[in-house]
Structure formats: C-alpha cells, structure tokens
C-alpha cells in the first residue's frame, strides 16, 4: 500500500502542470469574455506594417493586457498552418491609447537567447483604446512548416502609442506545443494514455504478486515413500532415534 500511494502522488504531481494550465487558461477566458469590447473598425494593414527593428519599449502605467488561444486550451499549434490569439487590453490611463502592431517571435525554452523564428508583425490604422475602456485585438500568425515538433516558448507584444511615445506590453511568453498537421493528440490525451499504461502495468505487477504468495502457500513438504506407505520427510527427522522409529526399521528389514 505504501508503494502505492507513492505512486498515485508521482502522478498527482505530473498532473499538476496541465491542471494549471488548464484553470490559467479558463480564467483568462472568462476575463477577455466578460471584460473586452471588440474594436469595430481596427483597419489590420497586414504584415510587416512597420519595421521596429529591435527596438523595446518600456509598458505604460495603467494598462493591463491578457492572452487569449480561442478554443485550443493546449496551445497547441500546427506547423505550416495559421494560428489565431486574441489579445485584450485595458486602459485604466487618463489618455487614449493607439495601437501600432503586434509581434512575436519563438525562442528554445531553456534559453530565450536563442531564437528560432521571428514571426511577421502585424500592424493597424485606426485602432485605439479610449481611457477606461477595454478591447480585444486578433493576431494570426504561422510558424514554418520545417520547424521540428516540441515545446517552445512564444513571446509576443503588443506595441501602442499614448500622446505619441511609443510603449509595449508583453502579452505572452510561455510554452506553446508545436506539431505537425497529421497529429492531433492533445498533451492531456498524451497524458491520459501515458497514466492508463501505468495503472495497468501496476495492475499487472500487483496481480503477479498474489500469484507468487499463493503459490507458495500451497507448497507442501515433500513425501518419502517407505515400503509400501507413505509419510512425511518432517515426520521421520522426529522420529529418528527414538524406539519407534527402530522397531519401523526392523519391520522393513522383516519384509524384505
């Protein structure tokens, strides 16, 4: 039992990650839902609007931004195919905000130095956000078609204008799962399949354990055939010197 509940907490633990990212994911659900009004006329003008260079720019005071995956709770994205993110701004500032472009970029998760593609950005005309107001704006992006399956890291940002300084958000850098088109198993359907393999290997070990304790229960000690009966090997080692044991052995003589 005690290696049993070892066990159940091993998995308890694995699990956690994808249970966080699960309830992370529904919370910023219910935020953008609840919270964000959609911009009628953003006038996207498509990729690479503006080149920023490497420019980074400091976020302003008052404003707040959340990251949204619209129906793919795994964040999941295909390689080659078109991925859509909604990002949710709020303007709690005194002045309106005018919303230049979004980017991002993937990088290797152990390092963020080391980037693998640098996604096109995605500009707007006549796209703001009035103070105390929220909003919601699309991003589609792709990532190459030869990138190998795995984990990454998506960092993305949002770039926006109050009283014309430039300022930026970072909306998202966390992990996302690339794949390839033909697969479609989720990291909780790998997971599920991956603890039901171990339950019944577990299962299998246990039932392989009781086999082995009855078995060796009903072993018995061997018999020793004397003449023409049968008795006990532990039988004779009790019997051995005493007087019953000698008259046995003249008998036996007698026979013979």
Same mark, same amino acid.
């Given at each position: @039992? ?19 990212? &699960? ?7 219910? !935020?953008? /839902?609840?919270?964000?009004? !959609? ?18 720019? =400091?976020?302003?005071?008052?404003? !707040? +931004? ?15 195919? !078109? ?20 980017? &991002?970029?993937?990088?290797?998760? #152990? ?12 500009? #707007?005309?006549?796209? +703001? ?56 198993? =989720? @990291? ?14 577990? #299962? ?13 229960? +009903? ?13 006990? /090997?532990? @039988? ?8 019953? &044991? ?11």
């Amino acid at each position: @039992m005690k290696h049993l509940r070892v066990f159940f907490f091993a998995l308890l633990l694995l699990a956690s990650p994808l249970l966080q990212v &699960a309830t992370c994911q529904s919370d910023s659900d219910a !935020e953008v /839902a609840e919270t964000a009004e !959609e911009v009628s006329d953003l006038g996207i003008v498509g990729e690479d609007a503006q080149d920023f260079g490497d420019a980074n720019f =400091s976020p302003a005071p008052g404003v !707040e +931004t959340v990251c949204v995956f619209p129906k793919n709770s795994a964040r999941l994205v295909t390689a080659g195919e !078109e991925t859509e993110l909604l990002v949710g701004m709020k303007n709690d500032g005194e002045l309106p905000i005018t919303i230049i472009a979004i980017r &991002a970029s993937v990088h290797l998760p #152990f390092d963020h130095k080391l980037l693998v593609q640098n996604l096109s950005a995605q500009g #707007f005309n006549n796209a +703001t956000v009035p103070a105390s107001a929220q909003a919601t704006f699309p991003y589609i992006f792709g990532v190459s078609k030869y990138l190998q399956p795995g984990s990454f890291d998506l960092v993305g940002t949002i770039v926006y204008e109050i009283d014309q300084h430039p300022y930026q958000n970072t909306f998202h850098n966390g992990t996302i799962e690339v794949v390839d088109s033909g697969v479609f198993l =989720s @990291m909780e359907s790998v997971f599920l399949i991956t603890l039901g393999i171990a339950l019944l290997v577990l #299962f299998g070990l246990w039932v392989n354990g009781q086999i082995q304790n009855l078995s060796k229960k +009903t072993k018995r000690a061997p018999k020793v055939e004397v003449g023409t009966g049968t008795r006990d /090997a532990s @039988m004779d080692e009790w019997l051995e010197g005493t007087a019953l &044991a000698k008259s046995q052995s003249q008998k036996s003589k007698k026979k013979k």
